[in-house]
């Protein structure tokens, strides 16, 4: 027989630790819970003083919406936006991920399946709705701004993130709503750029992708790496400031990035583009190289949530182009729509199937929900292919056939890559992982038959095979840590050398260049097979080794990581540094070498900037950084590294991150066997309620 939930709730600590207690409220009783939780790391301290703060605003507030308050908090840790009442009653283990998997221990303590053993969602719903601290979305949001939880239907949010969620959806709507003016001669213009349409030929996605950004205010171009997400939006900005620039009123255009270094590549990137590109050099010198991160496009205030632009002083700009946009998080995307300016037009580019970003929400991936199978309706289709010539029959898309898909009418998803084209091993492993193919995935690594692909499995001794393969890489080809090292110490100006001399710039960009070579990947940050525990153990392996002349906190050749923006020292969350020793110039010491961190400028002309030690705050060593850290990035050899257990952040997207960061080859190692395909066989699931509202839940 179900026990109700006020009867397991003062039952819930009755264990020996807790047999003196005197009975509690049923409310206190929860958070002496909750403060169990936290102890075992179920959930953030900050989770359970969120519902310490509802309690003392409420203290009557019952113990349902005090625990599902926690739980709301506790998903948006794991990045999720709400809390699906529904979907946790019906598995809450797996919707929760509480315990955490490998958590052993957790039988000893109650589980929130066995707190929520007697409830339904409709009993939930109404508790809820009957609290003081939960505004009721249908009621049109206006307690909402009073209220510290919002239920929409069956999602129950914090107040702020139902505000960034319709922020998007009504400027998202907004912007589909409005169709731009097209040249009449876009047609041509397109076959300029692309050439004629042959007949029988693969359908040329770029130029559908853009085809569509030039009539409207929003668009998406969303595929893999090499599929010309790059080349395509050079070309757009191409087509639309051309009439632009032959009318006397060329387009303020600017580029962004999430991080320092995806700014860095994609300044580089389309430098190149601008540069290849046979358009009229008016044209071509309004097309802007210069990438900027996203937080010093907006202004970001330091120390605060703020931006110089928002709603009420707009950025100054015409078209904006934000790369690598599956890492904008949800309340980056409100503020990012809320500082642009109604006529001006944004174009997101990025890999649908990446990793979302490490904050709350996955907007890319849930704009993008309806890329792969296309959903034109039948005027987009024929439009396209009046303007640009390509067989739309042929593409296979599925068609929009009630005018229910107007964000897919926006979104063009790039299908033909040419960095790994279909002998790569590297990109027939990434496809596997894609579709969740864990068993082919498996075959292919095993098959040897792929000089891009290698494969290792720690057991026992072979745990020798690991720092071998830090260290040393594979064969002649594939570099690990040893290679920079070597650079660092063989090409290493002669010790009379000003400073000023561009020798040593050159030398510690070839340095920063020669890291770049190899790159350890990781799933988490804790534990023998992850961040903190590998950097530890690389070290002493390179010390052992005598490539590195210390082991202790700074020493030449540590990598580290930037963990936070530096706006002081132009430094952002992401860039990689090296710390070399140069002769100091000044003062007692002139001549004697220094410590310095050669960290990459990011401005695509190869400039360095050297930073005193003393001066960085946030960083970490980087022999070994997480995938989230390694987004944006690309090393030529990259191996990622599986923890023994299977963990809630093990999902096919991140092991496809992981895979892409790879431009020429790519290691998996394995602690123990069968984690891999547990880790593709998962997807993330991010819960938000941002589609629901356009249109494209099917």
């Known amino acids: 027989m179900k026990r109700s939930f006020s009867e397991i709730l003062p039952t819930a600590l009755s264990d020996d630790s807790l047999a003196e207690l005197t009975p509690l409220s049923r409310a206190a009783d929860l958070l002496l819970l909750l403060e169990r939780w936290v102890e075992r790391g179920w959930l953030r301290a900050l989770d359970k003083a969120f519902v310490a703060f509802l309690h003392e605003l409420d203290a009557e507030a019952d113990p349902l919406v005090l625990l ?174 051309a009439p632009a620039v032959a009318a006397g ?15 860095a590549r994609l300044t580089e990137s389309i430098s190149a583009q601008v540069r290849s590109l046979e358009i009229d050099d008016g044209v071509r010198g309004k097309i802007p190289s210069e990438v900027t991160t996203v937080h010093r496009l907006l202004g970001s205030r330091p120390g605060t949530r703020h931006f110089r632009h928002h709603a009420g002083n707009r950025l100054p700009l015409d078209v904006l182009v934000v790369d690598e946009a599956s890492m904008i998080d949800l309340e980056m995307m409100a503020n990012l729509l809320d500082a642009l300016p109604d006529h001006a037009r944004l174009v997101l580019l990025g890999d649908k199937d990446q990793l979302a970003s490490v904050e709350a929400g996955a907007v890319l991936g849930d704009l993008c929900r309806d890329a792969e199978e296309g959903w034109y309706s039948a005027s987009t289709r024929d439009w396209l292919q009046a303007v640009s010539g390509e067989a739309m029959d042929a593409s296979g ?15 063009v998803m790039l299908r033909h890559s040419r960095r790994f084209g279909e002998g790569s091993g590297i990109g027939q492993l990434a496809r596997l992982v894609n579709r969740q193919s864990a068993d082919e995935a498996r075959a292919l690594l095993a098959a040897g038959s792929h000089a891009d692909l290698f494969a ?10 690991f720092e071998r393969l830090v260290l040393d890489g594979q064969g002649s080809g594939p570099k ?77 050749g540590r990598p580290v990581l930037m963990t936070r923006n530096d706006y002081g020292l132009g430094l952002m969350n992401g860039d990689i540094g090296i710390a070399l020793k140069l002769p100091e110039r000044d003062g007692p010491q002139a001549g004697q070498p220094v410590l310095r961190v050669a960290f990459p400028r990011n401005d695509g002309q190869g400039g360095v900037r050297f930073v005193l030690p003393s001066r960085l705050n946030d960083v970490e060593t980087v022999y070994a950084m997480t995938v989230h850290k390694s987004q944006g990035s690309e090393f030529a050899h990259t191996a990622l590294i599986l923890p023994q257990v299977l963990n809630p952040v093990l999902t096919k997207e991140l092991i496809y991150t992981g895979i892409t960061r790879a431009k020429d080859w790519f290691s998996l190692i394995e602690p123990r066997a069968g984690v891999f395909e547990e880790a593709v066989g998962r997807k993330v699931k991010r819960l938000s309620g941002l589609m629901l509202e356009l249109g494209a839940e099917h």
Do not use: M
């Not at 929009?400 to 979104?411: C, I």
């Not at 290792?456 to 095979?465: I, P, R, T, V």
């Open 68 to 241: 599902a308050a926690a739980l709301t908090s506790h998903q948006l840790g794991h990045g999720h936006v709400c809390l699906d009442l529904f979907a946790t009653l019906q598995e809450p283990d797996f919707a929760l991920s509480l315990p955490p998997e490998g958590d052993v221990q957790g039988g000893a303590l109650l589980l929130p399946s066995q707190l929520l053993v007697a409830l339904d969602g409709e009993h939930w719903c109404r508790s809820l709705q009957a609290s003081s601290l939960v505004a009721l979305a249908d009621d049109g949001g206006i307690e909402a701004a009073q209220r510290p939880l919002v239920l929409s239907g069956r999602r129950l949010y914090l107040r702020r993130y139902w505000a960034y969620e319709r922020r998007i959806d009504e400027a998202l709507r907004r912007r589909l709503a409005e169709q731009e003016e097209t040249p009449d001669d876009l047609a041509q213009r397109l076959t300029a750029l692309f050439g004629a349409a042959a007949p029988g030929a693969r359908i040329d996605w770029q130029k559908l992708a853009c085809a569509l950004a030039t009539r409207g205010a929003f668009s998406i171009v969303t595929g893999g790496p090499g599929t010309g997400k790059t080349t395509t939006v050079v070309r757009l900005l191409a087509l639309l400031q």
């Open 249 to 263: 009123k060329p387009l303020r255009i600017r580029l962004a990035a999430p991080t320092g270094k995806a700014a």
């Open 397 to 411: 898309l599925r068609e929009d056939l009630d005018d229910s898909h107007p964000l897919a009418q926006q979104v």
């Open 456 to 465: 290792l499995s720690l057991k026992g001794e072979q745990d020798k095979k």
């Open 480 to 556: 690990g840590y040893r290679h920079y090292l070597g650079v660092l110490h063989s090409r290493r100006p002669d010790a009379a050398t000003d400073l000023a001399d561009a020798r040593w710039t050159d030398w510690a960009r070839t340095v920063l260049q020669a890291f770049d070579e190899f790159q350890l990947l990781c799933a988490v940050r804790k534990g023998p097979w992850g961040v903190e525990g590998l950097n530890q153990r690389i070290t002493t392996a390179l010390f052992a080794q005598r490539l590195i002349d210390s082991d202790q906190h700074w020493y030449e």
